[in-house]
């Protein structure tokens, strides 16, 4: 996304307050995502919003550095311009930078990281709950969605394609969301209960996380502007178009998170 041209111009012309209202949003996201899955064990809501601080500090750092190296921050662009352009690429670096004690941490050896994740495996498991899977369902979902909102592809594709089309794509999406979870052994798997049923899943975790998705990329789509002047048609099909990716990281979300 560093690399990309699309979020270099959204820093630029994006509405200032949406832009602010998203990092408004994101300070909760960091602080609960630190719950689940932060830089240490935390005691209270206290470290987790000093963790959200942090990693949105490293974002942003991380971000300026790189985009001056590429010649996109110059000390010549005026205020607006550069906080921008930080700004919004500090928002996916900075849920990286959550992510990357329990997903990047390499300090063990094989077996002793094996046991240090399953030990921490079972306590994210001690902690979650049906609103804690749909929120990390919701992050998954941002996280992987950010990487294509901005670009002109989704507009294309959701321009080119049917209406029977866009219902096949809701209906692969939600299959791939459930196959993934619960279909396909990947450790880390959330294992369900003896008496839940196919459609107890499906209904409760597939279709409602599957709706958290598409208000996500609707929203993503307002705060890039991809919905002003638009018809509600060209809207819908684009949210549904954004939402295939945002379905597959919501699913990598339960596994992963």
Excluded: C
């Excluded at 670009?151 to 089309?165: C, D, N, R, V």
């Amino acid at each position: 996304m560093l690399m990309t041209m699309e979020m270099w111009q959204l820093g630029f012309y994006m509405d200032p307050l949406r832009l602010i209202l998203l990092l408004v949003l994101l300070l909760p996201l960091l602080a609960g995502l630190g719950y689940y899955s932060g830089f240490k064990e935390t005691s209270g809501l206290r470290d987790e919003i000093v963790d959200a601080f942090v990693a949105f500090a490293v974002g942003s750092i991380a971000s300026a550095i790189i985009l001056a190296i590429f010649g996109i921050v110059t000390p010549e662009m005026s205020p607006d311009e550069l906080i921008g352009k930080i700004a919004l690429q500090a928002i996916p670096a900075s849920i990286g930078a959550m992510l990357a004690r329990s997903q990047l941490s390499g300090q063990q050896n094989n077996d002793a990281q094996s046991k240090q994740e399953d030990r921490e495996q079972k306590e994210r498991k001690e902690k979650s709950s049906y609103a804690g899977e749909i929120f990390l369902m919701a992050v998954g979902a941002l996280f992987l969605s950010l990487n294509v909102a901005p670009t002109e592809e989704m507009i294309l594709i959701a321009y080119t394609m049917a209406t029977w089309q866009e219902i096949a794509l809701v209906l692969l999406s939600l299959a791939l969301m459930h196959a993934f979870v619960y279909a396909v052994d990947f450790r880390g798997r959330p294992e369900p209960p003896d008496t839940a049923t196919f459609w107890s899943l499906f209904l409760r975790f597939t279709v409602v996380g599957y709706a958290i998705v598409l208000i996500i990329s609707l929203y993503i789509l307002w705060s890039f502007g991809r919905t002003t002047g638009t018809a509600l048609e060209e809207i819908l099909s684009t949210t549904v178009v954004l939402g295939f990716p945002g379905a597959i990281g919501a699913a990598a979300a339960r596994l992963l998170l």
